[in-house]
């Protein structure tokens, strides 16, 4: 195991942030992590496991060691009458992994395209897109527990999934490491193409006979032409969760906005859009420094250059106050502040 001191991990988070890791490892087998997880122990260091890195926000130097997972593989565990149960190693990139599937004929995932990040981190926040979550089509995982050094499987219910939620952001936060996640996929396409900007999409278009590419190619464009690419501008996709208010509070709002945009929940709860009461409020687009809020999607806080990650956290708590202020309504960050 080759343990790296003060590695600079700008390159490994997707906000840019330049910060140094006091130890690093990069890991490829399970052997790898144990040793790693058994230096830590050795030597009373704190662990941040890293996927992707594009869910975090590092605001000072990481004191302890960053280990990077780099498990890889694919492959198709079995099938049943309609089902293709398809496991992907933690280290696989997120879209690779949903290209191979549309490619293979392994359906559901293709909402979901071109999310940033690697399939480990992909149930820890239950990634959602245009109508689909990834719950619905995640059948177990393999998670290495820290304390016990076993691994243990866990089932769909077993993770406790909600809307940017799971048992491994309560929990089971800092417990351990998801090693590799099953799909259960379908062998025939069920098309969810209810969300409004896919619609548009389609249509603009012109499908004469829709197939899984053409949704995956929708979701591509609407990405593209919304969010900004981390390649070139250092972000972590939503930076806040879309709140969820009462039936009453919903009802002030809408008395108060009439073009307030919110989407009624199963329990009678509204989802409002964060982005639309960040854009309210005269976010958009605006920037100090090198810290901003992106010109397409409100919702999006971004890097132009240099800036750090305590001026995003400052400017992230600007905004949460003045929705407050404007709206009355609580805005709870999405990404992991470190
Ligand atoms: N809106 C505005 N101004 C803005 C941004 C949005 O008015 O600056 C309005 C839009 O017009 C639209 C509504 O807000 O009516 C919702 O916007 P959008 O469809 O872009 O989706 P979102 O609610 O802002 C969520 C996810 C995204 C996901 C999209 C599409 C969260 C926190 N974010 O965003 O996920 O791609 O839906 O399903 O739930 C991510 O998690 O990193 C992410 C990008």
């Known amino acids: 195991m080759e343990i790296k001191e003060n590695y600079n991990i700008q390159h490994l988070n997707s906000f840019d942030i330049k910060v140094d890791a006091k130890y690093f490892t990069k890991v490829a087998s399970i052997l790898k992590l144990q040793e790693a997880i058994g ?12 996927g992707g890195g594009s869910n ?10 960053v280990v990077k997972i780099n498990l890889k593989g694919i492959s198709l565990r079995k099938e049943d009458e309609n089902h293709f ?12 992994f949903v290209k191979f599937c549309c490619d293979s004929g392994y359906y ?11 399939v480990g981190a992909s149930p820890i926040q239950n990634i959602g897109a245009y ?4 719950k619905d089509h995640f059948y177990e995982l393999e998670f290495y527990d820290f304390a016990t050094r076993k691994i243990r499987n866990y089932n769909n219910s077993d ?13 089971l936060k800092q417990k351990g490491v998801v090693l590799s996640v099953t799909f259960k996929l379908d062998k025939i396409p069920k098309f969810k193409t209810g969300y409004g900007a896919i619609k548009e999409e389609l249509d603009r278009m012109e499908i004469i006979k829709l197939t899984v590419k053409d949704i995956r190619n929708a979701v591509i464009n609407i990405r593209r032409s919304k969010l900004p690419d981390p390649e070139e501008i250092g972000n972590a996709g939503s930076f806040f ?6 039936n009453e509070k919903h009802s002030e709002l809408s008395k108060r906005f009439s073009e307030l945009v919110s989407f009624k929940q199963q329990n009678g709860t509204y989802k409002l859009a964060a982005g639309w009461l960040i854009d309210q409020c005269g976010w958009k687009g605006y920037r100090k420094g090198d810290a901003g809020v992106h010109k397409n999607q409100a919702l999006v806080l971004v890097n132009y250059g240099k800036t750090s990650g305590n001026e995003i956290v400052k400017l992230s708590k600007e905004i949460m106050h ?5 709206f009355g309504v609580e805005l709870e960050r999405e990404v992991n502040v470190v």
């Open 241 to 246: 969760k879309n709140p969820v208010v009462s």
């Open 159 to 171: 993770c406790n999934f909600g809307y940017r939620n799971s048992i491994f952001k309560n929990e």
């Open 108 to 118: 559901g995932l293709e909402n979901l395209s071109l999310i940033p990040g690697n």
């Open 131 to 134: 109508g689909v979550e990834l």
């Open 85 to 96: 149960y398809v496991k992907a190693c933690a280290g696989e990139n997120w879209d690779d």
């Open 39 to 50: 230096f830590s122990e050795q030597y009373n260091l704190s662990v941040l496991i890293l």
């Open 322 to 326: 003045s929705v407050n202020q404007k």
């Open 56 to 65: 975090l926000l590092f605001t000072q130097d990481f004191q302890g060691l």
